[in-house]
């Protein structure tokens, strides 16, 4: 089946512009998961969602990142008045069950949105 | 703390050479997972395996192979007589169970590139 597909692919904004960033996940899935990677650097934790709620946003660096999945399924990462330190490569990730307890399953990569802001 | 240490940033090998990529991670919980994902120049990050704290068993697939010891901290990751397509950046991550949703830690990757 289809994998985790993210839009654009390639963003550039100018400093103080508003982006939105979409992830599908695989069909399903409930767990959905934001990553933010820096250049030369891993992936860090934005975000967490299990269905549409979304619990736990600890990763957000600022109250300007927000991030929604009103249905359950699709899922958008907002940046609200883009910063040049907002760059980075935006990676969604999802995996087929609850993440909670003792089970953490295999979450399953999108190809990311490369954010530039000028 | 939590923490996923790759200390090889950079490995270059010449085709059919056997090249060992190492993770070191910390973390307090008794159980936890570990991860291997590849990011090949795409973009995109690629599963290669996943195993859970309780399961020290070596893995073999293929030409790639891990090595899980936690007596030392260690998940490292063998490929077996490289390939050009091998090139990539290769990361190790952690999940941990206590408390955490699951989100993955990662290192900060090693950039492998295998020469023709």
């Known amino acids: 089946g289809a994998g985790v597909s993210q839009s654009p692919r390639y963003k550039v904004a100018k400093r103080g512009q508003d982006v939105a960033l979409r992830c599908d996940p695989i069909?399903?899935?409930?767990?959905l998961f934001w990553y933010q990677q820096a250049l030369g650097q891993g992936p860090e934790f934005l975000t967490y969602?299990?269905?549409?709620?979304?619990?736990?946003k600890s990763g957000l660096p600022s109250d300007r990142f927000f991030a929604e999945r009103p249905e359950g399924s699709v899922s958008t990462l907002k940046i609200q008045r883009t910063q040049q330190e907002d760059s980075a490569v935006y990676l969604c990730a999802s995996s087929s069950t609850r993440s909670v307890g003792y089970i953490k399953e295999t979450q399953y990569f999108g190809p990311g949105t490369r954010l530039l802001v000028l | 703390a939590q923490k996923v240490t790759q200390a090889q940033t950079e490995i270059s090998v010449v085709e059919k050479e056997d090249v060992t990529l190492d993770c070191v991670y910390e973390?307090?919980?008794?159980?936890?997972?570990l991860f291997w994902y590849k990011q090949p120049p795409s973009g995109e990050l690629v599963f290669l395996i996943r195993?859970?704290?309780?399961?020290?068993q070596n893995e073999i697939s293929g030409r790639y192979s891990w090595n899980f010891q936690k007596s030392t901290s260690s998940f490292n990751f063998t490929i077996t007589a490289s390939q050009v397509v091998d090139s990539a950046v290769y990361f190790c991550?952690?999940?941990?169970?206590?408390?955490?949703?699951?989100?993955?830690?990662f290192g900060k990757g090693t950039k492998l590139s295998v020469k023709p």
């Open positions: 195993r859970n704290s309780f399961d020290e």
């Open positions: 069909s399903g899935h409930v767990s």
């Open positions: 991550a952690l999940s941990e169970t206590g408390g955490s949703q699951g989100n993955l830690i």
């Open positions: 973390t307090r919980d008794t159980t936890y997972y």
């Open positions: 969602f299990q269905n549409e709620a979304q619990l736990d």
